[in-house]
């Protein structure tokens, strides 16, 4: 099962890298969305995927006896879809105003910040 | 379970024994600013309280984190784990002298930030929530430098990130959103990059502990080859995406000019470095065999950051821009001490580290003040700022010596002991690259300081003559004659003058701090020794 899931964390990668590459803003937010979901899928590989089992210790163990799913890298994964999705939800309206106020979506139109006409220091006075 | 007859031995997975008074400590600096950040949020439309508060509670943050570092050096390498479950499966934070001093230091500027944002930032930022984001900045700034768990860390870092986003868009002017765009997007995969290392690392480890994935890579027979290897790549492209390292750079230039005056000289005195600190942190605790396979390319990028830092601030007229460069150049320099990994050059990166937070905070503060007094950030229209005032152009002066790496100032100790460390290692073309840097840095620095202190007037002015100064508005009139603009600058200053004339202090903590990685026997005990 692991090697199934691996080739689809592959895939997203892939996508996530070629949408991020666009110059679109929309796109590259996109890229992130997936980019997110492909590395919280990764954390939750690289915890061994176990099929459902109870995680229940019997009364004279301290431990279960049998194989159960790991529980950390799930609040791990859980911790990161919180982050990613908030940071998620402030870019994409940080897009918006962006498009609102500069008028394009595409990076290369962007340069307020950095004007093509910049000009350099005075050599001398 | 309710009645079970099987006792369980709590103390094989617990802390038993209370937590001493003193080590409360730890957790204060992000307890302290998340209770100040709440408090000021409450207090939003109050906006002649919330500065008093948040000032109080940056006050009260200096003072945790000075008694944190002499408890440290008193006692040792401290941990504290929550919910009392034994490393390695409680989240652990773990205070050294070095995080313990960059938290300090963090802090002073926080403070002074803070302070100088009392002048700068307007009723309207204040409602925005200036202070309230500062203060959760510094819960990250903090946390980050204090936790001894590496997903831990990753929580702090989007902790920070995500109050920097707030202090970044703060007044929404068109210039900040399209900075923001850029910084946000780079800074969201940098983070990402993060999380996927350390997702392997735990893949490989099954723990999260620093200390604990320190002895377990230690124990490796081979230990930087094979997927640690891919960690360590990942590990070194994130956290020089969050430094700003060449080539991934190009985000700082980008932003750090657009939000007001204050919150750049925060972000400047702060964020890159927290990715400086990560990197020493992960790559001489954690993966030092993997620090020594990848040293030469650590190397080339610290020559190409050095060196692309110095040309961009040379070919820059906007004093924010030119500063943003500056950042750069310095994070070169303390990736250079990580590349060559004694403990020399470590102590090395460390100092220059607490250097650069000083120094870039306050040059970035000075550049506000130029702008309050001359109405402008561009070298071809300021001028005659001598004349203005001689006592700032005298702390202008010393600020930029300081950046440039000239005695008696706090930016020349850490360079003696990094190009020493270079050359001793038998790069001495990284330590050369130290030298050209500095060397152009001086030649930026002398720049501003000709046109906008020499110069009688903006560009066009004869030499000798003095144009009319440029008549300041009322807003910066005001600004200026207030104490909330000259003591955190005066502050920062008189730190940079302490550094340089009596080093020895820092010389020692950084030293201290550098051994206390590259040999982390102190560390992996106080970790595991809570069971005792």
Redesign the interface.
């Known amino acids: 099962m692991e090697t199934g899931v691996v080739i689809l964390i592959g895939l997203f990668f892939t996508v996530a890298v070629y949408l ?1 590459l666009s110059q679109q ?1 929309v796109r ?2 996109l890229g ?1 969305a997936i ?2 979901n492909a ?1 919280n899928m ?2 939750f ?4 995927l176990i099929r459902e089992v109870p995680p229940l210790i019997p ?2 163990l ?1 431990s279960p006896d049998v194989a159960t799913a790991n529980p ?2 799930q609040a ?1 994964v859980l ?2 879809i919180v ?2 999705f ?2 998620f939800a ?2 994409l309206v ?2 918006f ?2 498009y609102q ?2 008028g394009t979506d595409g ?1 290369n139109e ?5 004007p093509e006409d ?5 050599q001398g ?1 | 379970m309710a009645g079970s007859s099987v006792s369980v031995d709590l103390t094989q997975a617990m802390a038993t024994a209370p937590v001493a008074a003193g080590d409360w400590l730890v957790v204060a600096p992000a307890l302290i600013t998340m209770l100040g950040g709440s408090l000021c949020l409450m207090l939003r439309k109050n906006t002649d309280l919330q500065p008093k508060v948040g000032i109080g509670f940056l006050g009260l943050l200096v003072l945790a984190n000075l008694a944190l570092l002499i408890r440290v050096l008193d006692h040792g390498v401290i941990t504290m784990v929550m919910g009392s479950w034994l490393p390695p499966f409680g989240i652990a934070f773990t205070v050294d002298t070095l995080g313990a001093m960059l938290s300090l230091i963090g802090s002073v500027v926080a403070f002074c930030a803070g302070v100088f944002g009392a002048a700068t930032i307007d009723s309207t930022g204040r409602r925005y929530g200036f202070y309230p984001f500062l203060l959760l900045l510094m819960t990250g700034v903090c946390g980050a430098f204090l936790t001894g768990d590496i997903f831990n860390l990753y929580v702090w870092f989007e902790v920070l990130l995500i109050s920097s986003y707030g202090l970044l868009v703060l007044g929404n002017d068109r210039i900040q959103l399209d900075g923001a765009v850029k910084y946000g997007v780079l800074n969201l995969v940098g983070t990402n990059l993060f999380l996927i290392g350390t997702g392997m690392l735990y893949g490989i480890f099954g723990t999260l502990n620093m200390a604990d994935l320190a002895q377990k890579v230690a124990a490796l027979e081979d230990p930087a080859s094979g997927t640690l290897a891919t960690v360590a790549a990942l590990y070194f492209l994130a956290f020089a995406m969050k430094a700003a390292a060449f080539p991934v750079n190009f985000w700082l230039p980008a932003s750090y000019h657009t939000p007001n005056v204050v919150v750049s000289a925060v972000f400047a005195g702060l964020l890159t470095k927290v990715g400086v600190y990560a990197l020493i942190r992960v790559f001489v605790l954690i993966l030092p065999a993997s620090r020594g396979y990848l040293s030469d390319v650590i190397s080339l990028v610290a020559v190409a950051t050095l060196l692309t830092g110095a040309f961009g601030a040379l070919a820059q007229t906007e004093i924010r821009r030119l500063l943003g460069y500056l950042v750069i150049a310095g994070i070169g320099s303390m990736l250079a001490g990580i590349a060559v990994g004694s403990t020399l050059a470590i102590s090395g990166a460390i100092f220059y580290a607490v250097h650069s937070i000083i120094v870039m905070t306050a040059l970035y503060m000075a550049a506000g003040v130029m702008e309050m007094m001359g109405g402008s950030y561009d070298l071809r229209k300021l001028g005659g700022l001598y004349q203005k005032s001689a006592a700032f152009a005298a702390v202008f002066l010393v600020l930029a010596f300081a950046v440039s790496g000239l005695p008696p100032f706090s930016g020349f100790w850490p360079k003696v002991m990094l190009v020493d460390a270079a050359f001793s290692d038998g790069r001495s073309w990284l330590g050369a690259a130290i030298l050209v840097s500095g060397f152009l840095t001086t030649l930026a620095m002398g720049r501003i300081w000709i046109f906008a202190f020499w110069r009688g007037g903006p560009e066009g002015t004869p030499d000798g003559q003095t144009a009319p100064v440029t008549a300041g508005t009322a807003l910066s009139e005001a600004q200026l004659s207030g104490s909330a603009v000259w003591l955190p600058l005066g502050i920062l200053t008189a730190l940079v003058i302490y550094f340089g004339l009596q080093p020895e202090w820092m010389l020692e903590l950084s030293t201290q701090g550098a051994s206390g990685l590259v040999e982390p026997l102190g560390y992996l005990r106080s970790v595991f020794g809570v069971q005792g």
Request: glycine share 4%.
């Open positions: 991020m803003l590259m937010l992130i980019l997110g590395v990764l954390i590989t690289n915890g061994r009364e004279h301290y950390l890298p791990l911790t990161a982050i990613s908030s940071f402030f870019l940080l897009a105003r962006a106020e500069l990076v962007m340069r307020l910040a950095e910049d000009q350099t220091p005075p006075y």
